[in-house]
């Protein structure tokens, strides 16, 4: 361990992988479980501060002062519908903004393309590539039809480096491509090290901010979905967004899952096309573009991600289980939440899964986290099981809760309106709190998830049939 000077009362022992202190050090942390992640940490003292976000030094404000609160943050936008959107209305001046993404996923080009954008629109940019060498972004940006782009490119990891090239040329945005190759002389580990990202991602978040610049930190994913090297980046930026999608799909999903200056879990969608990232404005059309005539097992869910109604298509497929241990295999959503939904048809509505393996699938590489799509995955489950396919033109959602009874969901209204808007001309729901809503759709609301699986499948609960 390194020598540190400081009396023993003032360390403070960090898990970099969640962000937990601890006063003792120890292999293992005791708040999330990973090994190896408590790293030692000298505590600021008071005094010699430097960091500023808007106060004088050891000052305070009043909180109501309307000078403050009439200057909105000044913002920069894209002209990116999708790009904005996710941002919360655009880029906002001096903000610090973490990219999170599996390797190959399109992050450089994503932000290559963000940045000769903002670039035509007024910012000075400064692209710092870490990963690749001047020629391999240049023949990119070639390649995306950028090469004319006022953008200005370096090839740098050294953190002290790139601080002088920031100080003398100060430019309005700088993207660090990636925090993982970023390293800081003053930490004697290897570059992607805890340590390091922690180090080079805090150096230049405080400097961007101190300066006024805005700074995109472009950050690899590990298998276990985390950012690789510290979570505790995540809490040094205003902005967290994921760029997320499936090998092998041309969709690409920008999701904010926190954002100081705007609505978290907003997302934007874009499609892979060999001149780059190309914005999608009807994400619904498209995740139900490829859907054939319908089978069973498919199901329309009317879903909300962010601000926006999308609609997609999830998939169930039921087989007999070879012996031993049924399977569950799930894609595009929660696993635990499953097997919940599993339960509750078994105990409230008599259709066991026992001996079945069972496979779910959000269409289109979609991710979906919202409970409402608890009734759309029980319906497609059951289509499954029983063989039969549900009315092409009829789009469920609802929560489901553990007695069977399904619960009302918010922003209704927005999806029976995105359904109506692509063609389709019933829903299945719960019952509506108030009236209005889905004029012109046949609505079927239901009490319980009993009724619901009675009026498509014609089993009732009463007289479980033998399996
Ligand atoms: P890249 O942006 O390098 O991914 P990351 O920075 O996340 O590792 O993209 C990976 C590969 O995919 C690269 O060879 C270019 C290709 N690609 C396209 O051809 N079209 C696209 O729209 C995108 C996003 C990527
Ligand atoms: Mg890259």
């Not at 922690?198 to 978040?205: S, T």
């Not at 696993?335 to 008599?350: S, T």
């Amino acid at each position: 361990m390194r020598h540190n000077p400081v009396m023993a009362k003032d360390l403070a022992f960090t898990c970099s992988s969640c962000g937990a202190t601890h006063s003792k050090w120890s292999g293992r942390c005791e708040a999330c479980g990973a090994w190896n992640s408590i790293v030692e940490e000298q505590p600021l003292s008071a005094a010699p501060t430097s960091k500023s976000m808007g106060t004088k030094r050891g000052r305070t404000l009043p909180l109501t002062d309307l000078a403050t609160l009439e200057a909105a943050p000044p913002r920069t936008e894209a002209g990116v519908a999708e790009l904005d959107r996710v941002l919360g209305g655009g880029l906002v001046a001096a903000s610090a903004i973490l990219v999170g993404g599996d390797p190959g996923i399109g992050k450089s080009t994503l932000l290559l393309q963000a940045a000769a954008r903002f670039a035509r629109n007024g910012l000075k940019v400064i692209y710092v590539t870490g990963e690749e060498s001047t020629a391999q972004v240049q023949m990119r940006a070639r390649r995306l039809g950028l090469d004319q782009s006022p953008v200005r490119l370096a090839a740098e990891t050294n953190l002290r480096d790139i601080l002088t090239t920031l100080e003398t040329e100060v430019p309005d945005l700088v993207i660090i491509d990636s925090i993982q190759t970023m390293w800081a002389d003053t930490v004697d580990s290897a570059p992607g090290s805890v340590s390091q990202v922690r180090a080079a991602a805090h150096e230049l978040v405080t400097f961007a901010k101190r300066r006024g610049i805005a700074v995109i930190l472009v950050g690899h994913v590990t298998k276990e979905g985390a950012i690789a090297g510290p979570r505790v980046v995540e809490h040094m930026v205003d902005c967290v967004l994921y760029f997320e999608g499936e090998r092998g799909h041309q969709f690409r999903i920008l999701r904010a899952v926190k954002n100081r200056f705007g609505p978290a879990d907003e997302i934007g969608v874009f499609e892979m096309t060999g001149k780059g990232l190309a914005e999608v404005r009807n994400p619904s059309a498209l995740f139900l573009s490829e859907r054939g005539t319908p089978a069973p097992g498919s199901v329309v869910f009317a879903g909300i991600e962010g601000t926006r109604p999308l609609l997609c298509e999830i998939q169930a497929l039921v087989a007999p289980a070879p012996q031993g241990q049924a399977r569950r295999s799930v894609v595009g959503w929660d696993g635990g939440r499953l097997n919940m939904i599993l339960a509750v048809l078994e105990a409230r509505c008599g259709i066991s899964f026992a001996g079945l393996d069972v496979y779910l699938n959000v269409a289109g590489g979609l991710r979906i986290s919202e409970p409402a799509a608890d009734l759309a995955v029980a319906c497609a489950l059951v289509s499954a099981r029983q063989d039969a396919a549900l009315p092409e033109t009829c789009v469920i959602f609802g929560e489901i809760s553990l007695s069977g009874a399904l619960r009302p969901v918010v922003q209704t209204e927005n999806r029976l309106k995105e359904a109506q808007k692509l063609g389709f001309t019933s829903a299945i729901l719960p019952i509506l709190p108030k009236r209005g809503a889905g004029a012109g759709l046949d609505l079927r609301e239901m009490r319980d998830l009993a009724d619901v699986v009675a009026a498509l499948f014609g089993l009732s609960p009463e007289a479980p049939e033998e399996t």
